[in-house]
């Protein structure tokens, strides 16, 4: 008994100590939002300034000083963030993660991101004001690393901290140029269709192009296999960093406002992580101030907003990554046809470290148009050498031009200079100002084929006849400066035509994009109030007309009074995602029987990649309105070619036979939240035991995929839909009330588990709500929490 009493005793104080060390360390690690630090290389105190979100807004006498402080506050709250995306590009994940995601690093490394960066920074200006910004920055992030609180993920991984440099933040522009592309998860799919399935089946699906288009106006005034897309698929499912998916902006002129001002919005699609994507700081010095949302790594923000101007980008979704079929000598692998003859391949070896394993060590080929995919992708089945030229890699970098002008800008021709720059990735860039100007800026390069060339599938590397003929000037770029329409917005969707002709891309359906201009073309006194509710519109208009065309093909001679119920939902439904509504559940899964049911029989392996790619989305409301196609028929059924009917109706008893089985016999309880959650998923939180707190989430959200609140789901065989990418953040900016502008993240603003702001934003965003972006100074100095930065000798 004694023995037992006094083991319980032992017991009992260790679960004390734990529970002591967890809290004080808890107290401990959490960033520093008030007190003194002192700082190396500032030459004057810097006063920050930390609001009830947790965004520091830094008072200091230069930009300089401005910048040593805002790298070491991102570092304090962002370090592991830093830590992974730097790793992504470099191929460096196998280092912490282990074997898991050598083929991750194994891509990533042999892209050319790495070499491209070497080669930009040897060419930078050293005495340029950006370049000394940039330098700032990072001493102020080495100095958090040297001297800061290592993140508890750092001890939990088993990782040691390093200084970040010059080209880990060139790895990060790398990185997200290639999120931006989607070339590599179509083309190799629709090569396939055509060269395995023949020109009739590709032919519909590379019809669906110039159908269904709401068009971005120019207007400028002054002032089957798929393995390889399959294989891509994979990858990008693998990453703990968030890839770049798409995006809404409209910027409303001052004729249609209530207070005749401009009203600027912006909410860019990016896969949900934790932290989220975006770093808010506001920059304030005699000379320049900012309210900016910084990637890691980045000083000079990508959204931004002062008493000025605003500025925000949606993803362009142009065609910026071809890839060529390249012939090779027969009697040495090492060298590739061309017109001229065979010349070498650059070989470039690789080296990948793996935890608790040895070294991975592989080569690739480089020639003219890029690195030979077969060396970096495994499982691709096309034995033929197939090489990926994508423009980033290619032309002259000046990414960190555009960042740098278009957060400095004094006026819309200073905006619109910097923009110009941008070679890759294609963004649209936004603009409004206090002097009622707006503007769209189609940014990147442009470039043309010869006309017959159809660049979604292979192209012939040996010939010559397949290389691009001509540069376009930016000012052929797709653009409109102070439109008639009195706006301009980008859903992603197709601009207008350049030199008569639509220009090639990716571009996304028309759905959000109708929607947009359905709200803003008949209202001519918008408030911010209403652009808040817009920008967290749930209706999409072309669902009701998929869902209707559907209809009228099931043949309705059998149904039970349950099936003629649901039907009779559907036909009624106005197109709302909320989460009571019981026809997205419906709609969801009819939709995800059609297709399996039209196309999953001859793509074979490809279908999962087909269906979970932008494109599907564009050949959905095409092919539901076809009396008559070669996809109809179920290649499966020997001696039988099915009808549209057949098809249609099949699909309608099968997703009608699920979702009893799934929800239940009460079609009136089938609501949409008991189907679709969002999950904020941290690196870290894959590991079971620590998910619940380094994950924040799930929760039920509302929204769906290309609606205005865009929610975006793979529609897969579960019935049930897992956001895994949304608006990264909602900003609302309005020039008749600058100082009251509104914004908001998924989550928090800090990345630091143990800071009250890790998660104090998320039912806010969930339930469409904001908070203020500060810029008024009296306002801000009325924070409770303020840290000084004190040179240090």
């Known amino acids: 008994m004694k023995f037992l009493k006094r083991s319980l005793r032992i017991l009992l104080i260790l679960i004390v100590l734990v529970f002591v060390s967890v809290w004080l360390y808890s107290k401990t690690y959490k960033p520093d939002y008030s007190g003194e630090l002192e700082l190396k290389n500032i030459s004057k105190e810097v006063t920050v300034y930390f609001d009830d979100i947790g965004v520091p807004h830094i008072n200091a006498q230069n930009q300089s000083d401005a910048y040593v402080a805002l790298g070491y506050l991102h570092a304090q709250d962002r370090l592991w963030q830093m830590e992974l995306i730097r790793r992504l590009a470099a191929g460096r994940l196998s280092e912490i993660f282990g074997k898991k995601l050598i083929r991750t690093d194994k891509f990533f490394s042999g892209l050319g991101i790495e070499e491209a960066s070497e080669k930009t920074i040897l060419n930078l200006d050293k005495n340029s004001e950006k370049y000394k ?16 609180k290592t993140p508890i993920e750092y001890t939990l991984v088993g990782v040691k901290k390093e200084q970040f440099t010059f080209k880990d933040m060139y790895n990060v522009f790398g990185y997200m140029a290639f999120s931006f592309a989607i070339a590599h998860k179509t083309d190799p799919l629709l090569t396939e269709v055509k060269e395995k399935l023949g020109n009739a089946y590709f032919n519909e699906l590379i019809g669906v192009e110039n159908e269904n288009l709401t068009l971005i106006k120019n207007e400028t005034n002054l002032e089957i296999k798929a393995g390889l897309a399959r294989e891509m698929h994979h990858l990008f499912e693998d990453l703990p960093i968030s890839p770049f998916i798409g995006s809404n902006s409209w910027v409303i002129g001052a004729n249609k406002t209530k207070n005749g001002k401009v009203i600027f919005a912006n909410d860019p699609h990016i896969a949900f992580s934790q932290p989220s994507v975006w770093y808010q700081a506001h920059l304030k010095t005699p000379d320049y101030e900012l309210y900016g949302f910084h990637l890691a ?41 061309t017109e001229n003859g065979y010349i070498n391949y650059d070989l470039i070896e690789k080296r990948i470290k793996v935890k608790d394993e040895k070294d991975i060590v592989y080569s690739i080929k480089v020639g003219r148009h890029g690195p030979i995919m077969n060396d970096i992708i495994e499982h691709i089945e096309d034995e033929r050498p197939i090489a990926m030229q994508w423009i980033y890699t290619k032309l002259e970098n000046k990414i960190l031009d555009v960042a740098y002008e278009v957060s400095h800008a004094k006026s819309l021709s200073d905006f619109k200079n910097g923009a110009s720059k941008l070679h890759a990735p294609g963004l649209n860039m936004m603009y409004g100002d206090s002097k009622n100007n707006i503007a769209w800026f189609a940014s990147g390069k442009l470039y043309k084929y010869r006309d017959s060339v159809y660049t979604k ?39 207008d035509s350049i030199a008569g002709k639509l220009y090639p891309g990716y571009y996304l359906n028309e759905d959000r994009a109708k929607r947009i201009v359905d709200l803003l073309e008949p209202k001519n006194n918008w408030t911010k109030e209403d652009v808040s509710k817009m920008i967290y519109d749930v209706t999409s208009l072309n669902a009701p007309i998929i869902a209707n065309d559907l209809i009228k093909s099931i043949d309705k001679t059998k149904l039970t009074v349950s099936q003629k119920k649901i039907i009779s939902i559907l036909e009624n439904w106005k197109g709302n995602f909320e989460k009571q509504e019981v026809a997205p559940v419906i709609y969801n899964r009819l939709v995800y029987e059609f297709q399996k ?19 599907v989305e564009k050949v959905l409301p095409v092919q539901v309105k076809r009396e008559k196609s070669i996809w109809w028929d179920d290649i499966t059924t020997k001696g039988k070619i099915e009808t549209k009917q057949e098809i249609v109706t099949n699909s309608f008893k099968k ?14 309880s089938w609501t949409w939240d008991r189907v679709i959650s969002v999950e904020y998923k941290h690196a870290v939180g894959e590991v079971p035991a620590l998910r619940k707190y380094f994950n924040v989430g799930p929760f039920v959200t509302t929204g769906g995929d290309q609606v205005i609140n865009n929610q975006i789901y793979d529609i897969d065989s579960t019935g049930y839909y897992k956001v895994k990418a949304g608006p990264s953040t909602r900003r609302i900016v309005d020039f008749s009330d600058v100082d009251n502008s509104l914004g908001i993240l998924p989550t928090g603003q800090s990345g630091r588990v143990f800071s009250k702001h890790y998660k104090d934003q998320a039912q806010k965003y969930l339930k469409g709500e904001f908070v203020k972006m500060k810029i008024n100074q009296a306002e801000i100095e009325q924070s409770e929490n303020v840290l000084i930065f004190k040179p240090k000798d």
């Open 133 to 148: 910004m940039v330098a700032s920055y990072l001493n102020g992030v080495n100095q958090y690393i040297e001297e800061g």
């Open 297 to 337: 790594l980045v000083p000079f923000p990508l959204l931004g907003h002062n008493k000025d101007y605003a500025y925000g980008l949606t993803m362009f979704e142009n065609d910026d990554v071809d890839f060529y079929v390249e012939e090779e000598n027969p009697e040495n692998s090492n060298q590739y046809k």
């Open 457 to 495: 599938t292979y192209l012939d590397g040996a010939s010559g006849n397949d290389e691009i003929l001509e540069y376009l000037d930016f000012n052929d770029n797709p653009q409109a400066i102070n439109p008639s329409l009195n706006y301009v917005y980008s859903a992603n969707n197709q601009p």
């Open 597 to 615: 049911n039209t196309f999953a029989d001859e793509l074979g392996k490809g279908y999962h990649q087909f269906i979970n790619t932008p494109f």
């Open 655 to 668: 997703a009608f036979e699920f979702l009893e089985n799934q929800l239940g016999e009460n079609i009136d």
